[in-house]
């Protein structure tokens, strides 16, 4: 374990001077990272905006002269320098990257970084540094830097919806495409659409909004950034007089379908500098505005809507207004999807067909053209690696094949489990069972609730007394709201359904698969309970388009509401299976040495 010594002064010319002059050669001709705050409050007491930057030097000394003759800082008050005489270039880029994720995600003050210098790289020794780190942070902690713990900032939206990301390999090589080509295509005043592509837990989200900081900041650089990054961040190159003037009045949006992330989303920008909550928008917000967008990013696109009955009276004339209104007719074959390309000369989707839920969303066949128009073009981007489930890159794979969702699943189970590694993935025959590992799950380390799909009617809608779900023992309630619901009080004593969960992460996930997925023993095959699937807006014919939804047509959209739900949790997955039979199939997918 390293010894670091934390030494604390005013940002002042003449207090740092006299420190400059201390002799100490750490200050000189070391690496060391330095936390720069202009909070006069006092330490761990709150005030509005208070502002926070983090940086790492080989030169603190000469680095805080630049800081003090700069517009963009000079105006913060407090020093902080964390110095081991152990430590190392590399040691202070991982660090610094820490504790810029680290305060991102406690949210007591706004982070003044960029995104770019986010690093995970490997180095010698990284495991017994790591270590130290935690140390480091309790030390800021008692000092006011942080107000939270590192699991409860772990655990929350601002951590897990930050900008403030290192990217996989797979992410930075879309992010990098994504800039160049939309620069490319700027330059020469051409139109664009690129898609983003990847499985639940590929980090499409992360990807979104880290791709919206880094235009913000490249929109706003100055020449001190090429002080803050040393030429060596990731997408310096980006960062030139050009490419700020190319941004500089563009209008960008960021569009998310879902009520519940989208509230989620405008709290992380509230307190991102460059972004603003106004940013994120309903496709009715992008379809009604009386402008048009340079940039729109929509995340969850395959939740986008086609013409079919709203949930309430007034967004079905809205969207036969907008349409109107775009299109110079009712056109009923318009969807949402061709609302954004008419109000925007660039689009950016980030796509996973197989997450659409219910009729409404975008048709598979309207999202299969644009993944392959962008791939024609040159403009489609994979994401690959599984960010969410530590259970490898094949667990979303097997969640499919299990579901009989996967192409070419059958009724023939695997000869063995894959090996998950330390993920815990195991069923129950008793919910109540269930439910109380959940609870023991989230007094360890929070974030466990239990989800299931829409197998029960909604009973206490409108906060009613009595139950909704009751499987033996077990008496449980629907989720009492839709925003936010994961980190709403009361909510582990409730049960979520795809439309608070989509796009979130838990650490452990009890699913309970109701009766609307049964087990058909003569033929073999996974089949639909129409009755038992109580998603009105899931199951209703589209009058608009004269559709009538067939129960092949239903089935699939309920395997992709399990398969979302299968795939939330970080550390582990929970099944309670309704049906008899389809329990005793599903168990032959899943290991039962866990305990």
């Known amino acids: 374990m390293t010894s670091s010594e934390i030494v604390r002064l005013p940002f002042d010319k003449d207090e740092v001077g006299v420190w400059a002059r201390s002799g100490d050669k750490r200050i000189t001709n070391w690496p060391v990272v330095y936390i720069l705050d202009d909070d006069t ?3 761990g007491r709150a005030s509005d905006r208070r502002k926070i930057y983090v940086g790492e030097s080989l030169n603190v000394a000469t680095r805080m002269r630049q800081h003090l003759a700069s517009i963009e800082r000079s105006h913060l008050t407090n020093l902080r320098v964390i110095l081991d005489e152990t430590f190392n270039k590399s040691v202070c880029l991982d660090l610094e990257s820490f504790l810029i994720e680290m305060l991102s995600g406690d949210g007591a003050f706004e982070v003044l970084n960029r995104n770019d210098g986010i690093v995970n790289a490997d180095y010698y020794n990284r495991a017994f540094y790591q270590d130290s780190f935690d140390a480091i942070f309790d030390r800021l902690k008692l000092d006011g830097v942080f107000t939270r713990t590192i699991p409860q900032i772990i655990n929350s939206d601002l951590f897990k919806l930050s900008p403030f990301k290192s990217l996989t390999d797979d992410q930075a090589f879309a992010v990098e495409g994504v800039v160049k080509s939309l620069f490319d295509d700027l330059r020469s005043n051409d139109r664009s659409t690129t898609v983003i592509q990847g499985d639940p837990g590929t980090g499409k989200t992360v990807v979104a909004i880290y791709l919206l900081k880094l235009l913000a900041d490249i929109r706003s650089s100055t020449g001190l950034d090429a002080l803050d990054d040393d030429g060596d961040s990731l997408f310096s190159e980006f960062f030139t007089d050009e490419h700020r003037m190319l941004l500089r009045d563009l209008r960008i949006g960021f569009v998310i379908p879902q009520q519940s992330l989208r509230k989620s989303v405008q709290k992380v920008f509230r307190k991102t500098p460059g972004l603003d909550p106004s940013m994120v928008l309903t496709a009715f917000d992008v379809g009604e505005s009386a402008t048009d967008f340079d940039l729109l990013i929509v995340d969850e696109t395959h939740r986008l809507n086609q013409r079919a009955n709203q949930p309430a009276a007034a967004l079905n004339i809205k969207f036969r207004d907008i349409t109107t209104k775009l ?41 299969e053209r644009l993944v392959a128009d962008a791939k024609t073009a040159d403009h489609h981007h994979p994401l690959l690696s599984q960010m969410r489930v530590r259970a490898g890159s094949d667990y979303v794979g097997h969640v499919r094949r299990m579901l009989g969702a996967a192409p070419g699943s059958g009724s023939q189970p695997p000869a063995s489990v894959p090996d998950f590694g330390d993920y815990d993935f195991r069923m129950f025959d008793d919910a109540s069972e269930m439910r109380a590992e959940i609870v023991r799950r989230d007094r360890e380390v929070g974030l466990s609730r239990l989800v299931a799909g829409y197998a029960w009617e909604w009973k206490t809608k409108g906060n009613k007394p009595g139950h909704d779900i009751e499987i033996g023992e077990l008496r449980m309630r629907w989720n009492s709201t839709q925003t936010d619901w994961i980190a709403s009080p009361g909510s582990l004593d409730e049960v979520g359904s795809i439309h608070t969960v989509q796009g979130y992460d838990l650490n452990y996930a009890g699913v309970i698969i109701g009766p609307d997925l049964r087990f058909d023993t003569t033929t073999g095959r996974i089949v639909v309970d129409r009755a038992s699937y109580f998603d009105k807006k899931g199951k209703e014919a589209n009058k608009a388009l004269g559709r009538v939804y067939s129960d092949d047509d239903l089935l699939w959209y309920i395997q992709n509401v399990y398969a979302v739900l299968l795939t939330r949790g970080i550390r582990g997955t929970y099944i309670y299976v309704h049906d008899q039979a389809l329990r005793e199939h599903i168990r032959k997918y899943v290991s039962q040495n866990r305990g």
């Open 41 to 43: 409050t006092g330490a």
């Open 327 to 367: 299109f110079g007719h009712d056109d009923t074959s318009k969807t949402q999807l061709d609302w954004i390309t008419a109000k925007s000369a660039h689009q950016i989707f980030l796509v996973d067909p197989a997450q659409s839920v219910k009729p409404a969303d975008i048709p598979i066949e309207a999202l």
